[in-house]
């Protein structure tokens, strides 16, 4: 399911709905249908319809909310599309939606035009809503209740997205703003992520005041947003953390030896010794390179062993069966490690071979080297059943399994300011 199903596809970006999203629909109908059913004046419109018609509205104002949550991200999305990005998805979840894009836009002014499309799309629809407000109190009470509601919330939408502090739609404001009078896109996170943490905790702390001094559970509420804030604004920061560290560290800080060496004259049964000898290591046989007197001939595969009799296994020689060293992914030790994530998503067994200054066989890195290179950098020690989960299965742990969406996204921000730099 990933991070939820997906429903339609609007210009080719689908919209999904994440599991919680059914908490939050169950929770506002049931708001709504306590405030249309307590409503004054409303008694005699209710006098004509059957009983369940209150639960009826309040689920058609519950969705009706969420279509223009739906509109709110579309307008992200398309301004998002116009300026040249990539979007993945528009996701429904518990504290609302998030349209989710390939990379940031090239300039502070398309990033901008892209953070405030959604907050005008939440005025422009409270504007309209307040517009045909009279017409719709002229149909029905009902429906002059419903607009009004719609269009209250709207506005609540677009003035509280516009608070600036990430991860609302004002801190990304403020960080495009920062970003075109400073010049620096990481000048503008930082202040964004600041704001928006000194956001979160005025949420949570008002939240709970609320609900202890006051008895007021609209405070939890409070919290929930606060709570919501920090986990995103950390997420942020933490997304910058890594960049640094993936730019710092080398491949050579990473690299451990999953490499055998055996002399060329040797025989396969050699070979089919050293392999038995490791037949319980999951994480995969290491390669074997084949030396002769100090030099390097190249590396050899277990096939000989699967395609020649046991019988011959004492006169052949290891030379014979040698394949070429170039044929094994490989990397430089002194490249940046960005490099090596990029690499091992391409390299079929998800190792490489590494490389030093001279071209000679130094070490190996695979997606675990290179995690605990990085959580030791990050002063950061997770579960030792979790390291040993991810070890035989040769993935990155969890917290670090979106390594390649983000050197992919450094890329193409390398990509853009290499671009512009030339222009």
């Known amino acids: 399911m990933g991070d939820g199903w997906e429903l339609i596809k609007i210009k080719g970006i689908p919209l999904k709905i994440h599991p919680s999203w059914f908490a939050i629909v169950a929770i506002t109908t049931v708001l709504f249908q306590e405030r249309v059913a307590s409503a004054p004046g409303l008694a005699e419109a209710f006098a004509a319809l059957p009983s369940w018609s209150s639960w009826g509205i309040g689920l058609g104002t519950s969705l009706l909310l969420f279509l223009s949550v739906v509109l709110h991200e579309l307008g992200h999305a398309l301004v998002a599309l116009r300026e040249g990005v990539k979007v993945r998805s528009i996701t429904l979840f518990l504290m609302g939606g998030v349209a989710r894009v ?24 409270a504007l309209g809503l307040g517009l045909v407000l009279p017409f719709g109190q002229g149909l029905s009470p009902l429906v002059g209740f419903v607009v009004i509601q719609l269009a209250v919330l709207n506005l609540m939408l677009g003035l509280f997205n516009l608070l600036p502090g990430l991860p609302l739609d004002g801190g990304l404001i403020l960080k ?7 010049g620096s896109r990481e000048k503008g996170m930082q202040v964004a992520t600041a704001s928006g943490r000194a956001l979160s905790l005025t949420a ?4 709970l005041a609320l609900l202890v001094f006051v008895r007021n559970p609209a405070g939890l509420w409070m919290m929930l947003l606060g709570w919501f804030g920090l986990n995103a604004n950390r997420g942020q920061s933490q997304m910058l953390v890594l960049e640094k ?16 060496v055996l002399e060329a004259d040797q025989s396969l049964r050699r070979l089919s ?9 999951q994480r995969g046989a290491d390669w074997v390179l084949i030396c002769r007197a100090g030099r390097w001939l190249g590396w050899i595969d277990d096939r000989s062993l699967r395609d020649l009799p046991v019988q011959q296994w004492d006169s052949e020689r290891l030379e014979d069966h040698v394949l070429p060293l170039a044929d094994l992914p490989s990397i430089k030790d002194g490249e940046p490690l960005w490099r090596a994530v990029q ?81």
């Not at 990379?103 to 892209?114: K, L, S, W, Y």
């Not at 560290?245 to 055998?260: H, M, P, W």
């Open 176 to 182: 495009a703003l920062i970003w075109r009078f400073t």
């Open 245 to 260: 560290v993936l730019t710092e560290l080398k491949v050579s800080d990473a690299a451990g030896r999953r490499f055998r």
């Open 343 to 423: 690499e091992l998503e391409r390299a079929p067994q998800g190792r490489l071979l590494v490389f030093s200054p001279a071209g000679l066989p130094s070490g190996t890195i695979d997606r675990m080297d290179l995690s605990e290179a990085v959580l030791t950098r990050l002063g950061v020690r997770l579960p030792a059943p979790m390291l040993e989960a991810a070890r035989k299965q040769n993935a990155y742990p969890l917290g670090l399994v979106m390594l390649p969406q983000l050197v992919e996204s450094m890329q193409a921000k390398n990509r853009r300011e290499s671009a512009q730099s030339a222009a």
């Open 204 to 207: 949570l702390f008002y939240g």
């Open 273 to 281: 010794r050293l392999r038995l000898q490791h037949e319980d290591d």
């Open 102 to 125: 390939d990379q940031e836009c090239d300039t502070a002014m398309g990033a901008f035009r892209v953070a405030a499309a959604g907050p005008l799309v939440s005025l422009l629809l």
